[in-house]
Every structure is written in structure tokens, then in C-alpha cells.
């Protein structure tokens, strides 16, 4: 029986109350953790209190630091306002240079919260346009990647970012490596006017292809407004090009001045990775004209066709997009 | 690179995980969209190798999630995602210092699972992969390489051994090793290599060539990697040969609890799935055992291989290896000289310098020299080193330690080749064993009883035992001659024999044959076996008739072949131990021997019969005498190698222990336990852990006094004849198994 008791005793102890004596402390709890420190110096980083520094410089690469990697929407928008205004004020200050906001913003295009997106277009817009056009490949890319994402919004913002592009640098956008094929590709996929993957599917011996689902989620409205910047695209794509003034000297420059562009040899790839046929440059109109229609034109024109039947606003869109094909606009 | 959160509505819609999940229920419907993503995934590819260092934790997060997708249904969609893999090769190639690690790791999943999915073979995947782990600079890198290529090695030899690409890898480890001999590039050879050799993957002779190559490296590193590895790769790999099958199922208690708990498909997959396994490891039990040979006999042409060794790091003079990593070398060269029974003289003269008490690890050296000798070496180019090691460790000022040491090299040396000794040293050496420390003692005496089977001639006249003295008065104990093989055979070989004989004379008893038909089959028998006693008799009687025998008893030691021979002869004559008609009876069976072997097929039935015969002879021999030295050189198989604790054993001897080492001992091979309990507590808990009641005496110990007490009152109050029978029915309930009847 001794062990029982002894087992017994045991049990009550975690019940037992603790008995308080005067003048002695009270007794530490079980679980108590000793949380005191001890510790020779403070380091404190160099920490400026004042939330509003005077230098305008140092301000807008704050708010330009805040728009990527605030967690709050409010505040990624506020500071996306905030460099829009710097910008489009009339002596603007940027000191980062427009490549540096592009490259600093741009992945902002997939951004969650619509209204980020929203005010981001808006300082797109209050970016000088002649400085976009060197920076329009970079901009492609991830119009390509905004034009294929999950979400709906972020496609159809997207598309608004493309019409500002097509706006401030068509040229270049058309004939940027990659410009011209990629983006048909993606706009396709939008579409689900894309012959590979019908291609692919029925060769298996499916026969009904699947709708495309993406595209039509939000109603012929989004789609019409996807036509329509396809047309648009397509518009800049065939558009002639004006005929270059005669240049007297024209022939020495070429020969003896530095160019005034930018990467004047691009269409050489002398650098660059071997590209396929998707992402070569097609800088003029012929070149652009015959890939299209050895890849594109019958599926768009099937297409299109199809979303000329449904009438509407839709079909109003396909008409557009009609005339743009056969440069007739 | 902290993350944003993502909000919860978009989550829904951006799901790639669900669209993934769909795509993989049904590929065909989900086409458009897994193009989209494609066409998400090449957008972000070409944002990615724009600037893979500048890209922003975003684009990264995304980039990794679409590869992720693409690489789980690229299988679905071959067409279209034909380039996958070669991105991902790409990316991983030229940009694997640079990449972040989580998509670094992704990538090298993802061409992992392409792998698996047989989307890209082992070799493109292997080759890929392995350039990377050498050259990358990142440790946690390196680690998931190596677990993806063991892997995907061992995987891919499950089935069936993949010989193709068993051998595109092992060549391109060879050239690993060979190419650049200074790096240290050679050691993921070495690594990868040993453990496939481990799992048993590897077990030809072309791995063993890679790791030969690693030994001759210049790399201090790479050398010990394949040093260690012929040294200790078949050890290992029988270790986890061991721990493999070691794992057990209880498939009782399994079957236990599934009486017991509730009753689940889940549970009832396990059952099965234990039963399965179960099965499987008997089937393993009784498979026959994969005749793998060790990585030290798989060494092509292993004369040319020691002798590079030992030039190149032992002999060369410029070498700066640690020492540790010398021995290690000097342990391979000497393990495959007494192995392969290879011929270096200047190995011997080399160890004259080491061959002192100071010497560091001087022991390891002494096993060294016991390895490296073997019958076929000269007698004389050893002696020089018995009588070093005489001189420099053996002496009555020396240390016990370092005489107990020295006099058991000395026998280790001797029992691989015996006549490296001279009489005079012999006999000083037997001497010590008057020597008050009992290691040194043990040592003596070891030397002395090898003497005594191998050599007893050697021995002066007292120490050499009854056993050796008739030996040698009998003739069976043989004079030994350098260079001379014993003939091999097949042991047992001759019992077989003479009971096939007998049977067969049953047999002929049982047809009752004739006497003369007998007598007939016999001789023509012998005839066919050669047997022809008359010429052997002759022979025997001329050499007896032209050896002199008054030289025996000189102690000459001139010419010791021919005063061998002599002294046979009078052996043979002098005393009536043994006739010659004794000794051509045994040399005419020999012969016979040889003929079953050779003439006849040995069936399954007759190697069954060999071996129960064998086991019964050796019974025999073990109720009778057996030199121990015999025994111990049969147990031990002198091609084994010799560690320097082997060397140090008896010295140990003699030293007194100290009481942790005597509880360590005493410890030893029982179970752990971590409080002072009895050993019915541990027991007990043991029963309580594997969820057992207790027994009925038990719960009669532990019932409560007030319940028995009633009982107990009442039993003091019986009559006589109440008693009695009580009594009486326990005897008869013992005799009838209880109340129960049990066993009835």
C-alpha cells in the first residue's frame, strides 16, 4: 500500500495551494519564464524621426521604394499618386529617370488591388512618351505576362497599359523583338482564337474544342474591349509607314555619325540568346504583314467572323478589327 | 524579400494550385487554359533571363509558381511544352549562382519530377545536374544535387540494372577524376561513387576503376576518399545489407489491433501492406545471396596499382600527406600485397625507417608489415625487419607494452611466412616468456605454439611439446620449402569418397556378387585410378637404402632441404609408429581423390552429403584434439587484414582496468536503461508498453486487503476435514491443469 499513498500524495501536489508567508515574496508560478535581460549597449541605427524630409529627391525614391513593398493597398496607391504627381507637375522632378521607374514599377502590373493598378496607368500616362520607346521591350514583356494571368481584372487593365504603349510608341512596339508575334500570341489566348491548341487537342481525336473560358468570364464587354485593342495592335501593326524626308547627308551619317538611337544593331542579335521565330523583331510593315498571314490571319479571321455573328457591341468590335486586318483604315 | 499577402478574392481566382489540379482531372478540357499559362510562363521566363539578378521577390514568387504548374502537367501536354525542359536546363546552367534559392531548388525539383515523369531521361537529367554540383559554390546547393542524383540513380536501377547509364555516369566520373588530378572536383567521384557502392547499385569492377583512379589522384582529399573506400567500402556495404533486413514488423500485434480498433480501410491497408512486406523480406531471406565480390578483388591488375601507390605517396620523398593519411595508403598498398600475394621488394626496405618505438602509430606500421607478407615473399628480405623489430622493441629495458607489441608482430609476420626467422632469434624470443608481464608472457607463448605447428625444428628441444615432437617422429609434420603451395582440393572430398565406396560395397553385398567378380571390379578400378602400389614401393625402398641416417642427429643447418628428406626417411624407419605401406596407401587415396573430382559431376545430392559428412568430421575432430592455432587459422582467413589493435591485443593483457572500463564492460550488449531500476520493473514496464495485462498472480498480489480479508478470517475458522479437503482438491486440481482443466 505504500506506493499508492505515496502515488496519491503525488496526484494532490499539483493542487495544493501555495501557502503565502508575510515578508517573504511570493512564491514564482511553475511556468514562470525569466524574461530579464541583460545587456552592455543599446545599437541604435542611424534613424531620422522626421517623417518629412525636406529633400524632394529623397522623398520621391521613398514613395517609389513604398509603391513596391508596402503590404497596405492605400498606402501603394497613395505613393503611386504621389510620384504622379512629381511627374506631372510642371517642372518635373524624377530623379531616378524614367528607366528607373519603369524598371522599379512594371511589376506592379499584377498587383492585386485594382485601384493600385488603376493609378499606376495614370502615371504611366504622366511619363514623357519619348522617353517609353527604348524601354517599350521591357514593357512587353510584362504586358505579355499581365494579358495571360489568372485574373480577370489584371488581363483587362493590362490591355490598357498595351493601349497606352500603342499610344506613345507604337512603332517601336510592333517591331521590338518579340513584339509583333508574342503579343498575337497572348491576345489570341485571350481570345481562345489559337489554332495550336485546337490543333493539338483534335489531333487526338476530340471534336469538340474546348470555349474559351478566360476571355468570356466578364461578358461581351471585356471581350469587345479585347477586340478592340487587338484591332488597334493590329491597326499600328499595318500601318504604312511615313515616308522618311530627303536627307541630303543622310548617306554619310550612316556612315561617319554615332546613331541616335539606342541599340541601333538590335536586329543583328549580336549579344543576345538565338531567338525563334516567336520572339524575332519584325521592324517593317512587309515583314510583319507576311508573318501574320502565314500564322495568324485564318485563325483571327475565323474568329472574328464568329464575333462578328454575335452582333452587338462585340460585333461592332470584330467590324473594327475587320478593317484594321485589311488596312482599311 | 518579405511577401505580400494576397487577398483572399484574388487568391480564389488565381489559384494555380486549383487549376492544376483540374488540369490534371481533365487535360483535354483544360487546354486553353494551361496554354494561357504557358503562355504566363514564357512571359515570365523572359522578364526572368532579361535581368535574373535585379528581378524583383514578385516576379520570382511568380516565375516559381508557373514552373511549378508547367512542370506537373508538362507530361499532358507534350507539344506544347517540348522547350520546358531545356529552359529549365538553361536557366539552371547559367544562372545557378545568381538564382534565388527557393527557385533554384524548384527547378532542380521540377527537372526532377520531368525525370520522373519520363518527360527527359536519366542521362540528359544526370548531366545536367552534375557539372552544377561541382562547380556551384553554395553548400545547400551541392547537398539537394547529390540527393537528386543518388536518387535518381538508385531509381533508375530498381527494376532492372540500367547498364547504359550506369556506364555513361561512371565514365563521366572516371574522366572527373582523371581529367584534372590537382582538384578537389575528384571527391563527389569519390562520394558518389562509395554510396552507390553501399546500396549495392554499383558492384562491377568499373566503379572500382573510377575509385583506383581517385587513389592515384594528386588531391590529398580525393586520395583519401578512394583509399577509404577500398579499405572500408565492403564493410559498409554489408553493414547496410544488415540494417536493411533489420527492420521488423510485429505482424501479431498488428493483427491484434486491428481486432481491437475500429475497423477502417485505412487500417486494413496497413495490415495488408505489413503482410506484404513481410512476405517480401522472407522471400529475401530465402533468395540466393547476390554473389558480390569485394571492391579489392574487382582491382585490375592490382601488381601495377600497389606499385604506383607506393611510389607516388609512400615512396616519394616530396610527399606531404599527414601521416594519418600515409598510414591510410600504406594500410590499401599492404592489404592488396597480402592479398593478391604481390611481389615489392622495395616496400620492406622502406619500412626499415618507421619500424621504431618512437614512431608515431608505430603499430599501425607493424600491421602494416604483417599484411604485407604473405609465403611468396624471400625469407631474406623480411628477416632484416624480424630482427629491427627484435632489436628495437624486444629487450629487457624496453617497456612491457612495447616487447608484448614487438613479440606479437614478430608472430604476425611469422604465421604469413614462417621461415623469415633464425633459430638463435627464436629461441631468445620463446625466452621471454620467463618475463614477469603477463602481455609480454601471452605474446611469447603465441609465438612459440605458431612454432610448434608450423616449424617445430626451429623450436629447441624443450619447447616444442609433445604434440610436435611425435609430429616430427611421425613424418606429419612436413618440412617447409619457400615458394611451395599446399595443394588445394575440395575438403571433405575424401569422406565423400569413402562412403560413396562403401555404399557401393553394400550394394554388391546386397546382390550377393561373388567374391571373384569383386576382386575383379576392384582392381580394375585401381587401374583406372593409377593406383600402382608396387612402383611406390619400390621408390620409398631405394631412397631408404641410399640416405645415410647417421647424419640426424647433427644439428648441421647446411643444405636443409636434403637433411629434411633424411631425417623423413629415418622417421620412417626408426621407431614402428608408422610403415610405408601406411604412407602409399594415403598417396594412392590421394591420387583417387583427384580423380572423383575430376572425373565425376558432383550432383546437388552428392555436395549435401559432402557437407553433412564434413560437419560430422569435424564433430569428430572437436571431441578430439585440435590444436587451438589450427582452428584460429581456420576461423581467421590469413587474406584479412590486420589493424594495429590486432598488434596491441596482447599488451592489453596485461594491464590492470579501471572500474568505468569494467562497467562499460559488464554493460556491454545489454539494454539501455537510464535509471537504477530491478529488473522485474523494466519488465514490467515493458509488458505495460506493449499494451499486455498482467498475470493472475500479479493481480492476486495486488488485490485489495479488505477484499481478501473476509476469505482469510474464514480459512482460520476451517475444521480439520474442511482443510483436507481443501488441501486435497488443490493436489488434484494441480494434477488435472486447474479448474479450468486446461491441457486436458
Not at chain 1, 510584362?142 to 483587362?156: A, E, F, K
Not at chain 2, 538508385?154 to 574522366?175: M, P, Y
Not at chain 2, 544488415?242 to 475500429?262: F, L, M, P, R
Request: glycine share 6%; charged share 30%.
Amino acid at each position: 500500500m505504500g506506493s499508492s499513498t505515496k502515488k496519491k500524495k503525488e496526484k494532490k501536489k499539483d493542487f495544493q495551494k501555495l501557502k503565502l508567508k508575510v515578508g517573504k515574496a511570493k512564491p514564482k508560478a511553475s511556468n514562470f519564464t525569466d524574461t530579464s535581460f541583460k545587456s552592455k549597449s543599446i545599437v541604435v541605427n542611424q534613424q531620422t524621426l522626421v517623417a518629412e524630409s525636406s529633400d524632394p529627391a529623397e522623398q520621391f525614391k521613398q514613395n517609389l521604394s513604398l509603391a513596391i513593398n508596402a503590404k497596405s493597398d492605400n498606402q501603394r496607391r497613395d505613393a503611386l499618386a504621389y510620384i504622379t504627381n512629381q511627374l506631372s507637375a510642371d517642372t518635373p522632378n524624377n530623379p531616378v529617370g524614367t528607366s528607373g521607374v519603369l524598371t522599379k514599377l512594371l511589376p506592379l502590373m499584377s498587383d492585386g488591388a485594382a485601384s493600385v493598378r488603376t493609378q499606376l496607368l495614370k502615371l504611366f500616362r504622366s511619363l514623357p512618351p519619348a522617353e517609353v520607346g527604348p524601354h517599350v521591350e521591357k514593357i512587353l514583356m510584362y504586358v505579355r505576362s499581365g494579358m495571360t494571368h489568372l485574373s480577370n481584372d489584371i488581363r483587362s487593365d493590362t490591355l490598357n497599359v498595351l493601349e497606352w504603349v500603342l499610344d506613345v510608341a507604337g512603332d517601336e512596339t510592333v517591331s521590338c523583338p518579340g513584339g509583333w508575334l508574342k503579343t498575337l500570341n497572348s491576345f489570341s489566348s485571350m481570345l481562345g482564337w489559337n489554332p495550336s491548341v485546337g490543333s493539338a487537342m483534335s489531333a487526338k481525336g476530340w471534336t469538340s474544342s474546348s470555349r474559351p473560358t478566360l476571355g468570356t468570364k466578364k461578358g461581351p464587354e471585356a471581350q469587345a474591349r479585347q477586340i478592340q485593342v487587338l484591332a488597334k495592335f493590329i491597326q499600328t501593326g499595318f500601318r504604312p509607314e511615313a515616308p522618311v524626308p530627303y536627307n541630303a547627308v543622310a548617306y554619310w551619317d550612316n556612315i561617319y555619325c554615332l546613331p541616335g538611337m539606342p541599340n541601333p544593331f538590335a536586329y543583328l542579335n549580336l549579344f543576345g540568346t538565338p531567338r525563334d521565330e516567336d520572339s524575332e523583331m519584325y521592324p517593317d510593315r512587309i515583314s510583319r504583314q507576311r508573318v501574320f498571314d502565314a500564322k495568324w490571319r485564318a485563325a483571327i479571321a475565323a474568329g472574328m467572323d464568329g464575333a462578328k455573328k454575335e452582333g452587338g457591341t462585340v460585333g461592332r468590335a470584330a467590324a473594327t478589327l475587320d478593317k484594321a486586318m485589311n488596312g482599311r483604315l | 524579400m518579405v511577401k505580400r499577402k494576397v487577398a483572399a478574392l484574388e487568391k480564389v481566382e488565381a489559384d494555380l494550385v486549383n487549376l492544376q489540379y483540374k488540369i490534371r482531372r481533365d487535360p483535354r478540357s483544360y487546354a486553353q487554359e494551361f496554354y494561357d499559362q504557358w503562355l504566363a510562363y514564357d512571359a515570365q521566363r523572359q522578364i526572368f533571363v532579361s535581368s535574373p539578378a535585379t528581378v524583383s521577390s514578385d516576379d520570382t514568387k511568380k516565375f516559381h509558381d508557373l514552373v511549378d504548374l508547367v512542370a506537373h502537367v508538362a507530361d499532358l501536354y507534350p507539344e506544347v511544352t517540348a522547350p520546358f525542359a531545356n529552359h529549365l536546363k538553361e536557366l539552371l546552367i547559367q544562372h545557378h549562382a545568381t538564382l534565388d534559392k527557393e527557385l533554384r531548388e524548384k527547378v532542380v525539383g521540377s527537372l526532377v519530377l520531368l525525370r520522373r515523369k519520363e518527360v527527359i531521361d536519366s542521362t540528359s537529367l544526370l548531366t545536367t545536374l552534375f557539372p552544377i554540383l561541382i562547380s556551384t559554390p553554395s553548400k545547400t546547393l551541392r547537398s539537394l544535387l547529390y540527393t537528386k542524383i543518388i536518387s535518381d540513380l538508385r531509381e533508375s536501377n530498381s527494376k532492372a540494372t540500367n547498364h547504359r547509364l550506369n556506364r555513361t555516369i561512371q565514365t563521366v566520373l572516371h574522366n572527373l577524376v582523371t581529367s584534372d588530378r590537382t582538384s578537389t572536383k575528384g571527391m563527389w567521384a569519390t562520394r558518389i561513387t562509395r554510396e552507390l557502392w553501399r546500396r549495392q547499385i554499383w558492384t562491377d569492377a568499373r566503379p572500382c576503376d573510377v575509385m583506383k583512379e581517385a587513389c592515384l589522384s594528386d588531391n590529398e582529399k580525393v586520395v583519401v576518399g578512394g583509399v577509404r573506400f577500398f579499405l572500408g567500402g565492403d564493410k559498409e556495404r554489408e553493414e547496410m545489407e544488415d540494417e536493411s533486413s533489420d527492420e521488423d514488423i510485429d505482424i501479431k500485434k498488428v493483427k491484434h489491433q486491428s481486432t481491437i480498433n475500429k475497423k477502417t480501410k485505412k487500417r486494413q491497408k496497413a495490415y495488408e501492406k505489413a503482410v506484404e512486406k513481410i512476405k517480401r523480406q522472407e522471400r529475401r531471406k530465402h533468395a540466393a545471396h547476390p554473389l558480390n565480390f569485394s571492391a579489392l578483388h574487382l582491382i585490375h591488375d592490382p601488381q601495377g596499382f600497389a606499385e604506383k601507390l607506393f611510389q607516388k605517396h609512400l615512396q616519394n620523398t616530396k610527399n606531404r600527406f599527414s601521416l594519418d593519411n600515409k598510414l591510410l595508403i600504406l594500410q590499401l598498398v599492404t592489404r592488396l600485397v597480402g592479398l593478391h600475394k604481390l611481389t615489392i621488394i622495395s616496400l620492406y626496405s622502406w619500412f626499415v625507417r618507421y619500424l621504431t618505438p618512437k614512431q608515431l602509430n608505430v603499430t599501425s606500421f607493424l600491421a602494416s608489415l604483417a599484411q604485407a607478407t604473405h609465403n611468396l615473399v624471400p625469407p631474406d628480405v623480411i628477416e632484416p625487419l624480424v630482427v629491427k623489430i627484435a632489436n628495437e622493441f624486444v629487450s629487457e629495458a624496453s617497456a612491457s607494452e612495447v616487447a608484448a607489441a614487438g613479440i606479437n608482430a614478430i608472430r604476425e609476420v611469422a604465421l604469413r611466412q614462417p621461415l623469415c626467422m633464425t633459430e638463435t632469434l627464436l629461441q631468445d624470443l620463446v625466452m621471454y616468456q620467463r618475463s614477469k608481464d603477463k602481455g609480454v608472457v601471452m605474446a611469447a607463448k603465441g609465438l612459440q605454439s605458431l612454432y610448434r605447428e608450423v616449424y617445430p625444428e626451429l623450436l629447441q628441444k624443450k619447447y616444442r611439446g609433445k604434440e610436435a615432437t611425435m609430429g616430427m617422429r611421425s613424418g606429419q609434420v612436413k618440412q617447409l620449402r619457400f615458394g611451395e603451395e599446399e595443394d588445394g582440393g575440395i575438403e571433405g572430398i575424401e569422406l565423400l569418397e569413402k562412403y560413396k565406396e562403401e555404399q557401393r560395397q553394400k550394394k554388391r553385398e546386397e546382390q550377393g556378387l561373388t567374391a571373384d567378380g569383386d576382386a575383379e571390379k576392384k582392381e580394375d578400378e585401381d587401374e583406372d585410378d593409377g593406383f600402382n602400389s608396387e612402383d611406390w614401393e619400390v621408390a620409398s625402398t631405394d631412397s631408404e637404402s641410399s640416405g645415410g641416417w647417421i647424419d640426424v642427429s647433427s644439428e648441421s643447418d647446411d643444405d636443409e632441404p636434403a637433411k629434411k628428406r633424411r631425417r623423413q626417411d629415418d622417421s620412417e624407419e626408426a621407431p614402428e609408429l608408422v610403415d610405408t605401406s601406411k604412407q602409399d596407401a594415403a598417396t594412392a587415396e590421394y591420387n583417387r581423390i583427384s580423380k572423383l573430382a575430376t572425373t565425376t559431376i558432383l550432383t546437388p545430392a552428392d555436395l549435401a552429403k559432402l557437407e553433412e559428412l564434413r560437419r560430422e568430421a569435424k564433430i569428430d575432430k572437436a571431441l578430439g584434439r585440435q590444436s587451438k592455432r589450427k582452428k584460429e587459422l581456420i576461423e581467421k582467413h590469413i587474406e584479412d587484414g590486420l589493424t594495429a589493435e590486432d598488434i596491441e591485443l596482447p599488451a592489453q593483457l596485461g594491464k590492470k582496468t579501471t572500474k568505468e572500463e569494467r562497467i562499460a564492460r559488464a554493460r556491454e550488449g545489454k539494454p539501455e536503461r537510464e535509471e537504477h531500476k530491478s529488473t522485474q520493473a523494466i519488465r514490467k514496464a515493458k509488458k505495460e508498453a506493449e499494451g499486455k495485462s498482467t498475470t493472475n498472480k500479479e493481480k492476486a498480489r495486488k488485490k485489495n486487503f479488505l477484499m481478501t480479508i473476509g476469505k482469510a478470517k474464514a480459512k482460520n475458522k476451517r475444521s480439520l476435514v474442511e482443510t483436507r479437503n481443501v488441501l486435497r482438491g488443490h493436489i488434484s486440481r494441480s494434477k488435472s491443469g486447474g479448474r479450468r482443466k486446461n491441457g486436458l
